[in-house]
Nanobody, 124 residues
Framework: QVQLVESGGGLVQAGDSLRLSCTAS????????MNWFRQAPGKEREFVAT????????YYADSVKGRFTISRDNAKNTVDLQMNSLKPEDTAVYYC?????????????????WGKGTLVTVSS
């Protein structure tokens, strides 16, 4: 069992930066691929970024590529999402998710564990 708790959300202006953090408790965090998803009001949950446990390889949604950076610290059981050049369309609840595989997974249905989310609001 893995418990995930997100933090760092808030209200920012377009162009600002924000750093989200996800802290994991439970066993074998270092053996889980870690992911960020987001869900805007009235929309489906969508993939944002993922980082492998095996070689720290990463993959991003096209909408955030070049602006967001995912990183992990296995010693601290944390995975962060650095978000730069934020846009109003980035407004959403951001969720941390874990999957017990070395393969990069981007489908929400493929996750094993979810956090409860943190709200990011970007004003224009």
């Amino acid at each position: 069992q893995v418990q995930l708790v997100e933090s760092g959300g808030g209200l920012v202006q377009a162009g600002d930066s924000l750093r989200l953090s996800c802290t994991a408790s439970g066993r074998a965090f270092s053996r889980y691929g870690m992911n960020w998803f987001r869900q805007a009001p009235g929309k489906e949950r969508e993939f944002v970024a993922t980082i492998s446990w095996s070689d720290d390889s990463t993959y991003y949604a096209d909408s955030v590529k070049g602006r967001f950076t995912i990183s992990r610290d296995n010693a601290k059981n944390t995975v962060d999402l650095q978000m730069n050049s934020l846009k109003p369309e980035d407004t959403a609840v951001y969720y941390c998710a874990a999957v017990h595989t070395a393969v990069l997974v981007t489908a929400p249905g493929g996750m094993d564990y979810w956090g409860k989310g943190t709200l990011v609001t970007v004003s224009s």
